[in-house]
Each structure stands twice: as C-alpha cells, then as structure tokens.
C-alpha cells in the first residue's frame, strides 16, 4: 500500500517565510561602504548593544574566569571529542602524486584556508556547542587567523560561556556582533580582521540569507534552513524515548521539522499521544516552539515494511535522521540521505549536538542529497599541480595541440607547437591538421 500519514504537516519550512533578501543585501551595501560606523549602528538597532566589539585579551579572561569550573570542564571535553574526530577526519585527504606518463607527474595538495569567519548563534539560546564545532575544526585545519562572532545581549554583551568556548578552540579573535553586522564584519575585514576566506556556522534567516548573497565573494559551509530531524522505528522501539527525542529537536524553533517513519501502526499512535504531555513539561519558551513545530510540521509515516521506510527517509534527506530499530547495520548499509546518522537508542541527535565529536552544522531542508556538513574540509582547498620532463611532455603536447585545433582554440595549439619545436628540432608534427 502506499505511504501512509498519521499526521500531515499543513505547513512546510518555506510557508510563510519572509523575503528578506532585500533587507540583507541593503544592509550589507550599506556596511560595506560605511565600515565599521555602519556595523555599529546595526549593532545598537538589532541587538541593543553598544559597547566594544572587539574582545580585547582582559575581557576574554574575565569572561573566561567566569564559567563555573564544572562547566569549563564540560566545555572541555566536548571540545577534546570535536577535535580528534577533525583530526581523524584531516588525515583522510592527504597530499598525493602519480607519474601519469613516464616524464609526467601530477599531484595534489591541501592547503588551509587563511583566513575563516565563525558565526556561534545566540537570541532564544546561547549555543555554546557551535563554538566548538565551528572553531575547533578551523583549528585543526591549519587556518592561520580564525574568527568568531555571536549577538550580545543588550547591554551586557556575549554570555561568558560562549566567550570561554571559542577562545578554548583557538579564536583569534571574538566579536560581540551578531546578525549580518556579524557576518558583514567578517567579511568585510572590519574592527581589524582580515578579510574571511570562507565563512561557517548556523545561524537565523538573515544569517543565512546574508551568506547566500556573498557566497562567491567568500566561501559558505552551505545555505541552512531550519533544523530538522528524522526519526526511523520499528517494533522495537521505545515509544517513550522515540517521542522525547522527537520533542528535543522540536524545541529548536517554531518551523523546525521533526519526523516520524515506521512500519508499526502501534508505535506510531503511542508516540502520538506522549508527545503533547512531554512538550507540556517544557520551560515557557521551549514549549512555545516545540508546539509551534509539532502542530505546523511534524509528521508521521507509516510505511509497509523497512524497504519501504529507506525509501522514504532518502526522499526526505534529513539533516539529522536517528533509527531505533533492529539490525542496525542493515540500516547504516542501505540509508544513503542524511546530514548525521545516529544508529540505535543508545546514542541520541542531542549527543551529537554537543559532544559526541561529529559535527552538528548540517545540511537541511533536503540538502543532504547532494552534501555532507560542516568538517575540517570545509576549511581547506585541495588543488592539484603537475611537472613533467621535456621527454614526458611530448605526447601531451601532440593531444593538446590537436584537441585544440578541433575545439578552434588556436592560442592553445600554439602554446604546445612552441615546446614541440624547442624541445624536438629534429622532428617533424603535422599538427594543424583537422581530425
């Protein structure tokens, strides 16, 4: 039978989405030709907050000496975790040459972008995990100058956690400006950063759509909607935990999908009916969200069997997609569409949000088709290079000269006759002919 909904969401993550394109790319006009001046003046509208941007080297101290030591520690083992998982991740693209040809030799090299801007968001929660996944992986990627900003709070500035946390993974420099003041800053080379090579982290429909507009100009991780997450259960499956775990990724916003896909009509309707309760126990704001995104997009599927839920699950490509279900390594063979996978009830999407080491910047909105997330490659080019000896480069020359004469670029031909003459007198190639 086809795919059956339990509950249909009556709402997408592009309903009623504002068009802010016009507004950032004004404000990120108007920042570029009034620099730092203009930045500021953003900074006191948006985020109520006046005082100095840039963190000079006493204020990250004081701030750092404020985080509780239980904390810091936390911090630091998250941290520790994000790190050797990029480091691993680092080894696995490594610097390469082959001889094609005898005489001919290509290569490939990685090299670190120099200069990266990380955006940690703050508003409605300070996440002090995307300072760690975004700086740490610059760091170990060999970035030479790593920036970091997040929104202040009015008249206070940034939360000393997430002060401590960047300047924990290696920051360069900290900014107390959010929105796309915080990215055009970045970008711009304001408060005395270089200019960002490639920017990283989440962040709001401004942030995100002030990323869209200077990708080209500046390297993006990728262009992120809402968060949303997948969760795969069969028979087996806890109903209590599927339906907290549901709860804990709806309390990202208003607009953030969560879905549920199982071939177990029980399961699913026992899901259904805890989920109100557990959303009811939330703090105020946690709650308005969560309820917000389980009554407008939250679904549930019901599926004929576990062939049928890969299928579906792939076509949703999530951005994060747990599967509570048995045979897990059936499931990690066949699932091909996904930001993080998060295989059995004993790991979680909030264990991977925080400290598990893999990385929780993550493509949504379907993106996971065609990309991964954030990781330490995201920081670095892999080019490539080539050297030959005169002897090597003949047969080369000989192709170029003849595929460019089929293609009509002459300049080019040329450009292997004139080798072809220097390093061969002797010898004589009907080159200009047609094939």
């Known amino acids: 039978m086809p795919r059956e909904y339990l509950k249909k969401a009556i709402k997408t993550a592009q309903t009623g989405a504002s068009d802010v394109h016009q507004t950032v790319s004004d404000i990120l006009v108007d920042i570029e030709q009034g620099g730092e001046d203009a930045a500021r003046k953003y900074a006191a509208q948006f985020d109520g907050y006046d005082g100095p941007v840039l963190l000079d080297a006493n204020a990250i101290a004081e701030a750092c000496a404020r985080v509780p030591q239980s904390l810091r520690d936390d911090i630091a083992f998250a941290h520790d975790n994000v790190r050797r998982f990029a480091e691993t991740q680092k080894q696995s693209v490594q610097d390469v040459q082959t001889e094609v040809l005898p005489g001919l030799i290509a290569g490939q090299k990685t090299i670190p972008c120099n200069a990266a801007g990380c955006y940690i968001p703050g508003g409605r929660y300070a996440h002090v995990a995307s300072a760690i996944m975004t700086v740490t992986t610059a760091k ?225 909105s379907g993106a996971a088709k065609y990309t991964g997330g954030l990781s330490v490659h995201k920081y670095m080019k892999v080019v490539t290079w080539q050297r030959a000896t005169r002897a090597g480069s003949k047969s080369v020359a000989i192709a170029t000269a003849r595929i460019s004469r089929v293609e009509g670029m002459e300049g080019h031909a040329r450009s292997a006759d004139v080798r072809l003459a220097k390093y061969f007198p002797d010898e004589t190639f009907d080159l200009a002919a047609q094939l």
Not at 170 to 177: F, N, R
Not at 192 to 218: C, F, H, M, S, T
Not at 299 to 326: F, G, K, N, W
């Open 140 to 364: 170990v990627a060999g970035v030479s100058h790593i920036a970091a900003c997040s929104p202040p709070h009015p008249g206070v500035g940034l939360p000393p956690a997430i002060i401590f946390a960047a300047h924990l993974c290696g920051a360069d420099s900290i900014l107390a400006m959010g929105g796309v003041q915080g990215i055009a800053a970045m970008t711009f080379g304001l408060f005395g950063l270089p200019r960002a090579d490639i920017l990283a982290g989440p962040g709001n429909q401004y942030v995100a759509e002030a990323k869209r507009i200077l990708y080209g100009r500046v390297g993006i991780d990728m262009v992120a909607g809402p968060t949303d997450s997948l969760i795969l259960a069969d028979v087996s499956a806890d109903p209590h935990i599927v339906a907290t775990d549901l709860v804990s990724q709806a309390e990202h916003g208003y607009n953030s999908p969560v879905w549920l896909v199982t071939d177990n009509r029980a399961l699913a309707m026992d899901v259904a009916a805890r989920v109100p309760a557990l959303i009811a126990a939330l703090p105020t704001l946690n709650r308005e969200s969560a309820e917000a995104a389980w009554r407008d997009y939250a679904e549930i599927v019901l599926c004929d069997d576990r062939e049928e839920m890969v299928a579906c699950s792939d076509a949703y490509a999530p951005e994060h997609l747990t599967v509570q279900a048995a045979d897990l390594d059936w499931w990690l063979d066949r699932l091909t569409c996904y930001g993080s996978l998060f295989l059995g009830e004993e790991t979680t999407v909030s264990y991977g949000d925080k400290a598990t080491g893999t990385n929780h910047v993550l493509p949504t």
